[in-house]
């Protein structure tokens, strides 16, 4: 059964030229419509699978975008169904315009225990670029006002922008403190205003910060457990997790994918995917996809190579249905002899040099 769950919030204070996430600017009857139709799809999902919950993770969007009355409300519709908070964790993106201090008092009592702040750069021109509203100052200061609350915190930073300071972005957020810090490197997806614009990200800028990052962030004890996520021991995304590691996971809200136990057809599972809001509200059925054993076997060992726990080959072939290792032994075999992959017992990790050309591993084992 999912003992993870994921709200879609697309509802943003302004839209950034790089985001390509389902969202918009909030509308009061929009949002009103929006809560109307949740309670209905957390009912039905509720009573398809009871939980209890693990994690919940707020994201969007912007879902600290929402008034505390509408965080409330959501609240509500949880209690009555699965049960809340999530017994581990329960994250809400924030925006670090859309709380002060006394915010954080409700959040807090609300019963969120997690922070995902994004905060991007520390760097005034960068921001920006970004066409975020928030100014560097502003960005730290809401990290330190979330650490003083009490909260878990992550902060997320972007890299490989035109003009950047990357030392100078993580030294100022490790200094915060921050136990949690997720880099990624400003990407151009279709159609957002960045790729219209024609931006290019400097292949080059984006390798010297890749090595950068592992060089600085292990200096405050931040350690790399995935890519692109670096935590202290003990202060790793319990949630995030569950994706990368093949779990099942439901997903409400317009837009949202789940992982969930059972397939028409047979095969491990299915993902579903939600429409996007307008077909949402109106109740529209979700794409299903099945998930096979080959399927399954490619999705982890994509997400959790990525991983420094990496991949257990055993519980893998377990789960998909597949002799993994028969299936896989060249790809196996070639990689590890070139010290890309390396094997704790039945546990497959990828290495340093392993990581850095993990694109070529995914697609080598695609083909």
Not at 296 to 312: N, P, S
Request: charged share 20%; glycine share 10%; proline share 6%.
């Amino acid at each position: 059964m999912p003992r993870a769950l994921y709200l879609h919030v697309p509802f943003c204070p302004s839209i950034c030229p790089y985001c390509d996430f389902h969202k918009m600017k909030r509308q009061e009857g929009l949002v009103a419509a929006y809560l109307r139709r949740l309670k209905q799809e957390a009912a039905a999902s509720y009573e398809a699978f009871p939980g209890p919950l693990d994690t919940i993770y707020f994201g969007g969007g912007t879902p600290s975008h929402l008034t505390d009355a509408e965080l409330a409300a959501i609240v509500a519709i949880f209690t009555r169904t699965w049960g809340w908070p999530g017994r581990l964790e329960t994250t809400l993106e924030a925006d670090p315009l859309t709380f002060d201090a006394a915010r954080l008092k409700t959040l807090k009592a609300l019963g969120f225990s997690r922070l995902s702040i994004g905060v991007q750069s520390s760097q005034e021109a960068v921001l920006r670029f970004l066409g975020r509203q928030h100014s560097g100052r502003e960005g730290l200061e809401a990290v330190f006002m979330a650490l003083a609350a009490g909260f878990a915190v992550s902060a997320d930073l972007i890299t490989a922008v035109p003009g950047q300071d990357v030392l100078r972005d993580l030294r100022a957020l490790a200094q915060t403190g921050v136990p949690h810090l997720s880099v990624y490197s400003l990407t151009i997806e279709p159609y957002t205003p960045f790729a219209l614009r024609g931006i290019r990200v400097d292949p080059d800028q984006d390798a010297d910060a890749y090595l950068l990052v592992q060089e600085i962030l292990p200096e405050y004890g931040l350690r790399r457990y995935e890519v692109s996520n670096h935590a202290r021991p003990g202060c790793e995304s319990r949630h995030n997790q569950v994706y990368w590691h093949g779990e099942f996971f439901l997903g409400l809200g317009p837009s949202a994918a789940s992982f969930l136990p059972r397939c028409l057809g047979g095969g491990v599972g299915e993902r579903r995917i939600n429409p996007p809001i307008k077909g949402w509200l109106r109740g529209d059925l979700p794409e299903i996809v099945a998930v096979g054993g080959r399927r399954y076997l490619e999705d982890v060992l994509m997400t959790g190579l990525r991983t420094r726990r990496g991949v257990d080959l055993a519980a893998l072939s377990a789960k998909s249905g597949l002799e993994v290792e028969v299936l896989l032994q060249d790809w196996l075999a070639r990689y590890s002899q070139l010290g890309w992959l390396t094997r704790q017992g039945p546990v497959l990790q990828a290495t340093p040099a392993g990581l850095i050309r993990l694109n070529r591993l995914v697609q080598e084992l695609l083909a």
